[in-house]
C-alpha cells in the first residue's frame, strides 16, 4: 500500500492542474475573506465578529467546487491519457489503487481545504483592522470549530470527487455531475422554503453555508460536527459504488 500511495502521490503532484486548483481555492477564500472585511469596515451597524467569519468563509462555496474537480481529476486523468492501463498492470488490486488515490487525494485536498479555511478567516481579520468591529480569536471554539470543519467539508468534497470520478472515469461528465450534486438540491429544497429544511439540513451546499461555515447553525439545521461527519459519509458511499464498479468493469 506504502508503494502505492507513493506512485500515486508523484503523479497528483506532477499535474499542474492540481496546483492550479489547489492555490485558487487558497487564494479564492483569501479574496473572500479580505473582500467581506473590507465590505464591513463602515457598515452600520458595526457588524459583529461572527458575522465577519460567518461571511468570510463564504469563498467556500468556489474552494468546493475546485476541490471537488481535483478529485474527479486524480482518477479521470488517468483514464483520459490511458495510463490507468499501466497503473492497474502495476498494481492488479483495484481497490488497493482506488483506496490510494482517496488517501492521497483526500489527504492533499484536507490539507489544502484547512489552508484555504484559514486564508478565508485571516483575510476577513486582516481587513477590518483598525476599526471598531470586534475580532474573532482562534482560542474561541465557537470561531475555531468553523474554520476547521469548512477545512474537513472541502477534503469530503474532494473524496466525493474520487468516487464520481471512479464511476463516470470521464473528466467533464463527472465535473458536471459533482456541479449538479452541489447546487440543484439546494435549489429544489428552496423551493419550498422554511418546509423543506427537514430535507435541507442534509444537502451538502446548505449544510456548508448554515451549519458547517458558520458559529451558529440556523434552527433546524444539524450541528457543524454532525454535518461535517454527513459530508464523510457521502464521501465513503461515493467511494464505495466506486469501488464496486472498479472492480466489475474492465479498464
Known sequence: MS?????????????????????????????????????????????????????????????????????????????????????????????????????????????????????????????????AIPAASLGDPAILRPVLLTGVYLGATALIGVGVGTVLRHSGAAIGTLFGLTFVPMIVVGLFGASGIEVGRFVPLLMLLNSIAVTAPIPGLFAGWVSALLMCGYAAVALLLGGVLLRSRDA
Open 3 to 131: 508503494a502505492t500511495m507513493r506512485m500515486e502521490w508523484i503523479k497528483l503532484r506532477s499535474v499542474r492542474s492540481t496546483w492550479w486548483l489547489a492555490i485558487t481555492s487558497v487564494v479564492a477564500m483569501a479574496a473572500t475573506g479580505a473582500g467581506v472585511g473590507v465590505g464591513y469596515r463602515s457598515h452600520t451597524p458595526v457588524a459583529t465578529a461572527a458575522q465577519i467569519l460567518n461571511n468570510s468563509l463564504g469563498g467556500a462555496i468556489l474552494a468546493q467546487l475546485l476541490l471537488g474537480a481535483l478529485g474527479v481529476l486524480a482518477v479521470t486523468g488517468e483514464y483520459s491519457t490511458g495510463m490507468i492501463r499501466s497503473t492497474f498492470a502495476a498494481v492488479p488490486r483495484r481497490r488497493t489503487v482506488l483506496t490510494a488515490k482517496a488517501v492521497v487525494g483526500g489527504g492533499a485536498a484536507l490539507a489544502t481545504g484547512l489552508l484555504a479555511s484559514f486564508a478565508g478567516y485571516l483575510g476577513g481579520q486582516l481587513a477590518i483592522r483598525g476599526t
